[in-house]
């Protein structure tokens, strides 16, 4: 008797998970469709696939969580959002639905990226990581058979090409009104610093080695004449990608994207002419600046376990390496990025988790936008030499305290 | 005379460059949609294309999402206007012709509702929309459309209903016209361009609408600025389909403007001396 109401309760259970529907919102890229698809496909769970565009992902789910909307099941999130969403009270703590061995097949910096408050909100599915692009064909007529190792180096190198009446440029930052903190955050930590205490949600850029970070992006600009105006106005890594794909420079810190662009005809001048390295350090051998793409169940979704399912799926080695292959994500999972259909497609994603040995969180502190606005905004006063170094980070130190209230 | 032809050099000279200032975005715009992407990443910018192509405008009108937006925007703006407009000439009218209490209180907040920012009463109408079940639907993008189309229509013609002579309207009514008659048949028909000029500002208003077609429409209620959006991607902007897709989108808003383009300057023109 007990065995058959088991069988009828699983039975029951798993015709009542089948019949479930849930709501995914993500961006329009039809591999994303695909796969809400193939999920379908695996477990009978229908999926109503919501897209948006991707700059706007963040104002539709605040507008609805803010409304107490239970009209997504899954969502995506990013270090910053899930430091914000979470503190709210808008995610579902995923530690207390998933055995904690599931998490160790993440690299453990990722999974501190979805950590808030002591618990995991997300689940990693992909790095949006820098790594160091050069241009093969401009360093090798320049001289140079390898890429710098050290910001020294890169100095030398950029020197030795740069040519402005040529509208050739060694090495191109991207120091944008918003963006200028994120190439000085990877500077201050190949400096042996760090932007942020987690602990104590207190700035830590304004240091010794934050001094040297931003004093050598004020040579680059100032001293050596390296960097074009033109740099200024990036804001993001973006814009810099065209440039570089272009084929006006020479080298830059760039995100996964940029291998694939650079060796696409219809978008780039430098097929074929594009290498990937750590980026280089100085007192650390290397540093870079990751964003962890991951997938997140909001506390009002009333269909968390079907939810799950498809967290899970979308996470899996096969799913992650198909993404891979298809869209060029940097799997989260190493036995997806070591593919080898995904290697052979993209080599550089080699040194992917060999950079992520070395720091490369992203700024998600609670106020992370208007922290890097006010960041950036000194570093752009000290670079263009309206400041010292020093005075620059001090002020920055100040005024974000004061954003703080602290 | 010598002066005249001077002045009138300097005017038609002042004129071109204002007319070049503002029409090179679009004309910058439109050159950039038939250059291959990799041309679009050329340092310097080159102004006319080397190799013109029209693949974005293939691939743009090829994609059913992209026709589908642009006939979603199309319904939303149409019935946006059409709603908009006809409770608009009423409530002007009476705010105009009739003696009530609070009657200028009443059209100062219609007034003022224009100074508030949409984001700032986008969770407000995203909850009365979710309570309606109006969400990701064409009524619910049209009835949050009309909070920033009404105030907008209403004072707009306001300032065409104030200054109309009352005598017209008066004699219509001796004649035995009802109010509502004397609106239909005398003020409305005397009133066209100003009708029409105020349903191109609301309609084309309603076309860029994006913040609202974004949030109430949820994805299922694409329009072409939401469409648009899209191709702001992660890793990066697909121009090669956005500035077709750009273009596309603002024809039907020329064409409209290019058609009655006689009524908006003399419904300006009457609006500016009688508001």
């Known amino acids: ?406 | 005379m010598k002066m005249k032809a001077f002045t009138r050099c300097i005017i038609v000279l002042v004129s071109l460059m204002l007319l070049l200032y503002t029409t090179f975005p679009f004309f910058w715009l439109l050159l950039s949609s038939i250059k291959y992407p990799v041309e679009l990443y050329s340092i310097p910018p080159r102004f006319f294309p080397q190799r013109p192509t029209l693949n974005g405008y293939v691939a743009v009108l090829r994609d059913s999402e992209f026709l589908r937006s642009l006939l979603n925007t199309m319904i939303i703006s149409l019935a946006a206007t059409s709603i908009a407009l006809a409770i608009g000439v009423l409530s002007a009218y009476a705010i105009t012709r009739l003696r009530f209490r609070g009657k200028r209180t009443l059209f100062l907040s219609f007034f003022i509702t224009q100074f508030i920012p949409p984001i700032v009463v986008l969770i407000p109408l995203y909850l009365i929309m979710q309570k309606f079940k109006l969400l990701g639907s064409f009524q619910g993008v049209i009835a949050t459309q009309l909070t920033f189309l009404m105030p907008y229509v209403i004072w707009l013609l306001y300032g065409y209903f104030v200054r109309f002579p009352y005598e017209l309207e008066e004699a219509a009514l001796v004649d035995g016209c009802t109010r509502f008659q004397a609106l239909t048949k005398v003020i409305l028909p005397l009133s066209a361009p100003g009708l029409i000029s105020t349903s191109i500002f609301a309609f084309v208003a309603s076309w860029n609408d994006f913040l609202y077609a974004l949030v109430i429409g949820m994805g299922h209620i694409k329009t072409i600025s939401v469409k648009l959006a899209e191709y702001i991607g992660e890793a990066r902007i697909v121009y090669e389909l956005m500035f077709p897709g750009a273009i596309i989108g603002t024809l039907p808003v020329i064409l409209v403007a290019l058609v009655f383009q006689r009524y908006i300057i003399q419904g300006l023109a009457e609006g500016a001396l009688r508001g």
């Open chain 1, 1 to 406: 008797m007990k065995f058959v109401i088991c069988v009828s309760l699983l039975f029951f259970s798993f015709t009542m998970l089948a019949a479930e529907t849930i709501t995914v919102l993500y961006v329009f890229d039809q591999p994303w469709k695909d796969q809400a698809a193939r999920f379908t496909e695996a477990t009978g769970i229908g999926v109503r696939y919501i897209d948006a565009p991707f700059a706007q992902l963040r104002q539709i789910m605040v507008t609805a969580f803010a409304a107490g909307s239970s009209e997504y099941d899954v969502i995506h999130v990013r270090d910053d959002w899930v430091v914000e969403f979470a503190n709210n009270g808008w995610l579902t703590p995923l530690d207390e639905m998933l055995p904690a061995d599931f998490w160790e097949q993440f690299p453990k910096s990722a999974v501190e990226a979805m950590t808030v408050n002591g618990h995991i909100y997300g689940i990693p599915r992909y790095f949006w990581l820098w790594q160091f692009y050069y241009n093969t064909e401009l360093l090798q007529a320049a001289g140079f058979s390898n890429p710098p190792r050290t910001w020294q180096e890169v100095v030398e190198v950029a020197q030795a090409i740069t040519n402005p009446a040529a509208g050739i440029w060694g090495y191109v930052e991207p120091w944008g009104p918003t963006f200028a903190a994120v190439p000085f955050i990877v500077h201050l930590r190949a400096e042996g610093g760090e932007y942020w205490d987690y602990t104590n949600n207190r700035p830590l850029f304004n240091s010794e080695a934050g001094i040297r970070a931003l004093q050598f992006m004020v040579d680059l600009y100032q001293k050596y004449k390296l960097i074009p105006d033109v740099a200024f106005q990036l804001d993001g890594t973006g814009p810099l990608a065209e440039l570089f794909v272009s084929g006006t420079v020479a080298m830059c810190m760039n995100t996964p994207h940029v291998y694939p662009m650079s060796n696409n005809p219809q978008l780039s001048k430098i097929v074929g002419k594009v290498g990937v390295s750590l980026i280089p350090g100085s007192v650390l051998k290397s540093a870079s600046y990751c964003e962890t793409g991951a997938v997140a169940i909001p506390w009002f979704s009333t269909h968390k376990q079907a939810a799950l399912e498809y967290c899970k799926f979308v996470t899996s080695p096969t799913e992650q390496a198909r993404i891979a292959i298809e869209l060029g994500r940097v799997p989260t999972i190493l036995a997806a990025a070591t593919d080898p259909a995904v290697m052979q497609k993209y080599p550089h994603f080699a040194l992917a988790f060999e950079q992520m040995q070395y720091p490369a969180r992203m700024d998600a502190m609670p106020k992370a936008t208007q922290i890097r606005e006010i960041v950036s905004a000194e570093i752009i006063a000290a670079i263009k030499g309206q400041k010292s170094a020093a005075q620059a980070l001090a002020d920055a130190e100040r005024r974000v305290l004061a954003l703080l209230g602290q």
